[in-house]
Each structure stands twice: as C-alpha cells, then as structure tokens.
C-alpha cells in the first residue's frame, strides 16, 4: 500500500517546455482523492517551484536544492542544510577546472558571474526569475545551499561529479541533476534524506512511499522507498535502479506511473 508518493520536477513531473499537463495534474487529484499525500524535490531553489503549489494543490513540504532547502508551500522555512564554509572556495575551483561555469545558490539569491553563460537564460525561464550577477564569487563562501557546475559538455559534467566526490567524499553530496548540471549541497542535502525526512514527518516506514525520477541523484530516494519509478526519458543507469519504468516525461510519464503503478488503473 502506496501512502505518500515522492516526485523529481524537471524531466519527471513537468513535460521539457516546463509545463504540468492537465492529466498530471489530474493524477495528483486522484492520489489525493485515494488519502495518497504527494510531495515534491528538485534541485530548483523554492522559488523555481512555488509556480506548482497552486495548480498541484500542495500541502506538503517542498525539498528545494535537492533536500539543502526544505519550505512549506508557503515558502517558510523548514530545516536548511548548507555547504560547510571551507569547501565552497576549493569546490567552485574544482567545477572551472573542467571547465564548467559555476554558480552559487544562497537564501533566495541565484549568483552567476556570467549572465550570457550556459543554460543561464534557460534557467531564468524555468525559475521565473533572474540571477544576482557578482563579479566574483570570492567572500561568498557563507550559507551556500548550493553550487551549480553548467557545461552542455555532458562527459566533463560528469568527470567533474566524480571528481567531488573523490575529493570530498561524505563532506558532501555530490551528483547530477541534469545531463549539464552537477549540484553540490551539504552531505545530508540529497532526495534519500528528502524521502527520510518526509517518512519521519508523516510517520510512513519507507516501504509505504513511491518516488518517481529521472536522474542519477534520484536513485538515492529510490533506495529509501518501496516503489521507485524511473522516467522513459532516464539513462539506463537510472532505469536499472527503479523496480518499475514509466514513458517519457513528454508522452504523459508522470501520469502513466501515477496511474498504472500506484492506484493500479487499467490493470487485470
């Protein structure tokens, strides 16, 4: 029995233009309307996911920055979880030394150096706001909920997140969140604590939680649920670590899964 269900945001719940389709919305409405309560992670920052508060009728705490920032629909804060000090300096230095631009994420604030960088315009439209353009990042090393390295070199993204995690080991948590995207957070900032804090929250053993996802850094929730969900869209890394697999997030994934895996629709 299916109690909670747990979703990633971008490639998972909303289609690649960003948008939620009516039938994904419509399959939050029947979890609701089966006492199913439905949360969201992303590495987004809270703002970047208030836009889905009102049309997904949201109640519970939404995980931004992988778990580094959790919020009630609101946007009041929770818990947050930041990058210890000492590392954000050698952590930023490591991302440009594969040649990724890095930025910073602190409070609400999304710092960038360069504004006509990689995916920065893409961002803004998915976010609905526009970054803090700094000239450096040095002397901004202090609550960092998260450090952001961009390269539509997806190979050296993911030399780089090996890399981190060589370095840093369990001072933090390393792992991509998109094809271009490595997110560094604080080690207990990733989507298997998200999943933990809301089975404590809501007094659900793990077994009783489904989690949907698409990215390597959603298989850490996978590990901490009794029905994990992989997107069509996912690497086959990804799809190997999910007990079930759903279409992609264009051809209605998020409510094929809802529907055919959790609420048992359409089966014999």
Do not use: C
């Amino acid at each position: 029995m299916i109690r909670l269900v747990l979703s990633d945001v971008d490639g998972t719940l909303v289609r690649s233009d960003k948008s939620l389709s009516e039938r994904s919305i419509a399959a939050v409405q029947k979890l609701y309307a089966a006492g199913i309560a439905f949360a969201v992670t992303s590495g987004r920052p809270p703002r970047g996911m208030s836009m889905l508060v009102e049309p997904l009728a949201l109640e519970s705490p939404i995980a931004a920055f992988n778990g580094g920032l959790i919020v009630e629909p609101d946007l009041s804060v929770v818990e947050e979880r930041v990058v210890p000090d000492g590392l954000v300096a050698r952590a930023v230095e490591l991302i440009e030394s594969f040649e990724l631009a890095a930025w910073l994420y602190r409070g609400s604030d999304w710092l960038v150096v360069d504004p006509d960088g990689p995916h920065v315009a893409r961002e803004a439209h998915t976010v609905q706001f526009e970054p803090t353009v700094v000239e450096s990042f040095d002397g901004l090393e202090s609550d960092i909920a998260k450090i952001v390295g961009v390269s539509d070199d997806h190979g050296a993204v993911a030399a780089a997140a090996t890399a981190a995690n060589d370095e840093f080991g369990d001072r933090v948590s390393a792992s991509r969140s998109q094809p271009y995207y490595l997110d560094i957070t604080h080690p207990l900032a990733n989507k298997g604590a998200v999943a933990r804090f809301l089975s404590a929250r809501y007094g659900i053993p793990p077994e009783e939680i489904a989690t949907i996802g698409d990215m390597p850094n959603d298989v850490l929730m996978f590990a901490h649920s009794g029905l994990s969900i992989a997107m069509g869209n996912a690497d086959r890394e990804v799809q190997r670590a999910a007990r079930r697999v759903t279409t992609s997030n264009d051809d209605e994934g998020f409510a094929n899964a809802v529907e055919r895996f959790i609420l048992g629709e359409g089966s014999s």
